[in-house]
């Protein structure tokens, strides 16, 4: 299913811990290019927030999307299939996403 096998495995999104230290080297990269300060703890937390909002953003989006697919597209793919899993996804951790 879109290169991702026949199910998604939402189980192989990364912890919290290792989104932190993700976004600490991302933005230490970012901040040395652009000639700013180290980012501080709170730049970290609030990207990582941040992020966690978008992240919910995009199941629904691609749920909604792969709906409307499901009606128009010529391509041999589930993707009425795929709307359920983006959607239940979604609906399970908006709350943990939306409430950072």
Request: proline share 2%; with cysteine; hydrophobic share 40%.
């Given at each position: 299913?879109c290169?991702?096998?026949?199910t998604?495995d939402?189980?192989?999104?990364?912890?919290?811990?290792?989104?932190?230290?993700?976004?600490?080297?991302?933005?230490?990269?970012?901040?040395?290019?652009?000639?700013?300060?180290?980012?501080?703890?709170?730049?970290?937390?609030l990207?990582y927030?941040n992020?966690?909002?978008m992240?919910?953003?995009?199941?629904?989006?691609w749920?909604?999307?792969?709906f409307?697919?499901?009606?128009?597209s010529?391509?041999?793919f589930d993707y009425?299939?795929?709307?359920k899993?983006?959607?239940?996804?979604?609906?399970?951790k908006?709350?943990?996403f939306?409430?950072?």
């Open positions: 299913m290169g991702i096998g026949d998604i939402f189980s192989l999104f990364p912890k919290e811990d290792e989104q932190m230290l993700f976004i600490g080297f991302y933005l230490t990269a970012f901040n040395e290019m652009k000639g700013l300060a180290a980012p501080s703890k709170d730049d970290v937390q990207f927030r992020v966690g909002k992240c919910a953003l995009s199941h629904f989006y749920g909604v999307w792969s409307l697919q499901s009606t128009i010529k391509i041999d009425t299939q795929y709307a899993d983006r959607l239940t996804e979604y609906f399970k908006k709350h943990q939306l409430n950072l």
